[in-house]
């Protein structure tokens, strides 16, 4: 800076060396420009001249950053003259309002005292005896807060355009966040500094106002509503802080809606590196809008399976139609293993013989294949328990089961699955040439 300024004099020395040259060429005459003496004079008035300018910079101008701090010190200033003011304001309105009441006493012990106090000042009101404008009494007589209550939004509000006038929009943020009521922690104020855009070697102006809002929740009794909650979060991941999101998330004065859980869950999907912490936040956000078919997913899509039976065994409003879709929507081997085994005696959730009927009704023949491999080297015996502990599939189900692994090329498995038909009770095979003979023929004749 010292170098920096040297320079700037030197450089301005030489200008008026220049200016003075220019005019010498144009006073001098050849003589003098020769003489020592007149040399002399004129490196006088050059050193003068110097001095003078020297002196003029040390009044006229002042450094960059000089000004940035004297910008910074009226800002501080401003806020002790608003502090001020406003306590002044407050205590003139006390003293107006006291020496009012005072007045009323007065009156009050002068008369009979006949009446309550309070229905005194009540009468005098009516009839208007204090001096004054009658409006600006019954304000004086009221609560103080309740009467201020507009003039302070008006000052935030002011103080707020001043601050992004000035360009601190940190400091706007954190004015918004602390104003009471909520006054400027809304949507508007929200689309002013979304207006404000990004602005090259600073952070994003609506991610500051965000930060502000979330950090302050806890010291409100109202939490962000669900609309702020879900910009916030879109915010943040566009801004590449997932550390900000995951903070936000896990306070307690959010309001999280299906969207805001949408919004998290899709962005795993593209980062996958926080794909699980993604899930993770969204089942949180699920959780608390009772929303557990989408919570359930996400467990599962994290691998925690053991975790998904046990939110299952608490959660009672799931169908079999819901599971099927869940399989469809995370096709893993241990969850549909976990859904149709038992579980401490009870039977399983669903039927093994219906998924796989269902993965080859959607084109998902290689889970379904899958499943029939695994089944096919247990042997019939794994076949037979398998079948005896499935309530929900009928005989004529198993059936299909066993042409769908005929078509699929286990032989073998088909064959054990109508071999064990076979042998229940009830069950007698059908001959080609038996069905074509109608069974109630002999009831027409």
């Known amino acids: 800076m010292e170098n920096l300024r040297l320079w700037q004099q030197s450089l301005q020395l030489w200008y008026i060396t220049r200016e003075e040259q220019s005019n010498s060429r144009k006073s001098m005459t050849l003589h003098e420009s020769v003489s020592l003496d007149a040399l002399s004079k004129y490196m006088k008035h050059l050193e003068d001249r110097y001095a003078e300018i020297k002196r003029s910079m040390t009044i006229k101008y002042i450094p960059a950053q000089k000004k940035a701090e004297l910008d910074e010190e009226m800002i501080v200033l401003l806020k002790r003259r608003d502090v001020a003011e406003n306590l002044n304001k407050e205590l003139q309105f006390c003293y107006q309002r006291l020496q009012i009441v005072s007045d009323a006493l007065t009156s009050w012990v002068k008369s009979d005292m006949s009446s309550s106090f309070q229905d005194f000042v009540g009468q005098i009101k009516k009839t208007k005896v204090f001096t004054g404008d009658q409006g600006i009494v019954e304000e004086l007589l009221e609560d103080p807060s309740r009467a201020k209550d507009a003039e302070i939004m008006l000052y935030y509000i002011e103080r707020f355009n001043e601050l992004i006038a000035l360009g601190e929009y940190e400091k706007a943020a954190c004015f918004a966040a602390n104003s009471p009521k909520r006054i400027l922690r809304n949507m508007n104020i929200m689309n002013k500094f979304k207006a ?156 093994f013989g219906l998924i796989v009927l269902h993965l080859f009704s959607v084109n998902m023949e290689e889970v379904g294949i899958k499943l029939l ?42 064959n054990d699955i109508m071999s064990i038909l076979r042998c229940q009770p009830g069950v007698s095979e059908i001959s080609e040439e038996d069905e074509k003979v109608n069974p109630m023929e002999h009831v027409f004749w």
Not at 225 to 241: M, N, P, Q, V, W
Not at 293 to 304: N, S
């Open 196 to 351: 404000l855009g990004k602005i090259r070697g600073k952070p994003l102006p609506l991610l500051l106002f965000f930060e502000a809002i979330f950090s302050t929740s806890h010291a409100f009794r109202y939490p962000v509503d669900a609309y702020l909650t879900l910009e916030g979060i879109k915010c943040g991941l566009s801004e590449k802080r997932f550390d900000l999101v995951i903070n936000w998330v896990t306070q307690e004065k959010l309001t999280f809606s299906e969207e805001a859980g949408d919004v998290i869950s899709d962005y795993g999907e593209k980062d996958t590196f926080n794909k699980d912490k993604c899930l993770a936040l969204a089942q949180i956000i699920y959780s608390k809008c009772g929303l557990h078919k989408k919570a359930l997913l996400c467990l599962c899509k994290q691998g925690q399976i053991h975790g998904a039976m046990e939110y299952l065994q608490h959660c009672k409003d799931f169908t079999s139609d819901d599971l099927i879709q869940l399989i469809t929507l995370c096709p893993q081997d241990e969850l549909i293993q976990s859904l149709t085994k038992e579980r401490n005696g009870k039977p399983p959730f669903l039927s």
């Open 373 to 414: 491999k695994e089944i096919n080297k247990g042997g019939k015996d794994s076949v037979e328990h398998l079948m005896m502990s499935d309530s929900f599939c009928s005989l004529e189900t198993w059936q299909d089961m066993a042409d769908i692994c005929s078509q699929s090329g286990f032989n073998k498995l088909s």
